[in-house]
């Protein structure tokens, strides 16, 4: 009896014994996985473009924001730093934001501000003694002067700026001068035209600013 027994469960044991082995394992859920997201890109920052008149650059070869909304931010840009520097005092580097701020508004065709900053850079540049930026700007009015029909206006600051060239001795700086005197002489009908032509404008805006 025994035998037939132990027979028995060894049976049994080894049935479950191979059941065990050969058991499979449950499946561990896994995370579920997304897809990578893609890097959020920070947006380009803007970049503004000041407009600079280092007075060794043709202020043709200056370019302008082409947004319109970067022309604003421009400006404004500008405008806070010859704030800035006129309340601190730093009238040398005011003087040359007043100009800088002139080119911006010439490239413009904004010539009653431009003529207005220049003036305003020309007096600070007088007191700092700033005889090249001096020239500079002088030049700079004239080239308006002539521009909006003031051929005598501008051949005055041309021979002012002639004046302080010979004073101290400049050559290239007379050279230039006598250039621009010469070129508004022989072009005083050019001149005169365009003289003519600005009081026509003029003449219409205030005939619309009387309408309205």
Not at 61 to 79: A, F, H, K
Not at 154 to 163: I, S, T
């Amino acid at each position: 009896m025994r035998p037939i027994l132990l027979i028995i469960f060894c049976t049994i044991g080894f049935t479950a014994s191979a059941q065990f082995w050969h058991r499979k394992p449950k499946r561990v859920p896994q995370e579920e996985r997304f897809p990578l997201l893609e890097e959020v890109k920070a947006p380009s920052p803007i970049i503004v473009t000041t407009i600079v008149n280092n007075h060794d650059q043709d202020i043709h070869d200056l370019q302008l924001p082409r947004s319109i909304y970067l022309l604003g931010v421009t400006e404004e840009t500008m405008l806070a730093e010859a704030k800035h520097n006129m309340r601190f005092r730093i009238y040398n580097l005011a003087s040359y934001n007043f100009s800088d701020l002139a080119a911006f508004y010439i490239l413009q065709n904004r010539f009653s501000e431009a003529k207005w900053y220049l003036l305003q850079s020309n007096a600070i540049s007088r007191q700092e003694d700033d005889t090249k930026h001096t020239l500079s700007n002088l030049l700079s009015l004239a080239d308006i002067k002539a521009k909006i029909g003031e051929p005598a206006l501008a051949q005055l600051d041309l021979q002012e700026a002639r004046e302080i060239a010979s004073a101290k001795g400049t050559q290239t700086d007379l050279a230039e001068i006598d250039k621009k005197i010469k070129y508004l002489q022989t072009n005083k009908i050019a001149v005169a035209k365009a003289d003519i032509h600005y009081a026509d404008e003029v003449e219409i805006a205030n005939s619309k600013t009387a309408t309205n």
